[in-house]
């Protein structure tokens, strides 16, 4: 798939109720698929609903969260955000959470445009290190060809979506280059 077939967009807080549906399919979509991403099954529209309007829409107003949103041909195929609220011995950092590509869109290079378009909006927030954590071995492989090194893992980190055991997470960062400062 060629850069052209997909647009990759930062929403305000304002078009987020506007995108409720797809955001919330999306989030349902992956977690049906088995994705590890804070929630178990059963698992419907209205909790991924309430996810979308009431954890991420507020802190995407109060500008603590970028929310990035990939389409293509006018439907939303991913998602992906970037936690800007971090404490003040922190704020060189940002977080990055919940890259999510609906699995008829995956494998055709949509996630890895929003990682990379992560990194603009963190260096644009003047953040230099970029921290996240994930379940998923393939997950684990993509963030490592964008240059993420693997910080260690913690077992029995979370339920399983689909089933009842733990599994492990792994935790990973990236130190971007264009703006750390020198010590």
């Not at 704020?91 to 869109?105: D, I, M, N, T, W």
């Not at 993509?142 to 733990?166: K, Q």
């Amino acid at each position: 798939m060629a850069a052209a077939d997909y647009r990759i967009n930062v929403l305000e807080a304002t078009e987020i109720a506007s995108y409720l549906e797809p955001l919330a399919e999306i989030l349902k979509a992956c977690v049906h698929d088995g994705a590890n991403v804070s929630f178990v099954l059963p698992f419907g529209d209205f909790e991924a609903q309430a996810f979308w309007r009431e954890k991420v829409a507020p802190s995407v107003a109060d500008g603590k969260r970028r929310l990035l949103v990939a389409e293509v041909d006018g439907v939303m195929a991913g998602t992906v955000q970037l936690n800007l609220e971090m404490t003040p011995n922190q704020a060189h950092r940002g977080e990055v959470s919940k890259l999510l590509v609906h699995p008829r869109f995956r494998r055709r290079g949509i996630g890895q445009a929003l990682m990379r378009e992560v990194e603009r909006q963190a260096i644009g927030a003047e953040r230099w290190l970029l921290t996240l954590d994930t379940a998923d071995a393939t997950a684990e492989r993509i963030y490592r060809a964008l240059g993420f090194t693997v910080a260690g893992s913690i077992p029995a980190f979370a339920r399983h979506p689909m089933e009842d055991r733990w599994e492990a997470t792994t935790y990973m960062y990236k130190i971007l280059e264009d703006i750390r400062p020198s010590n």
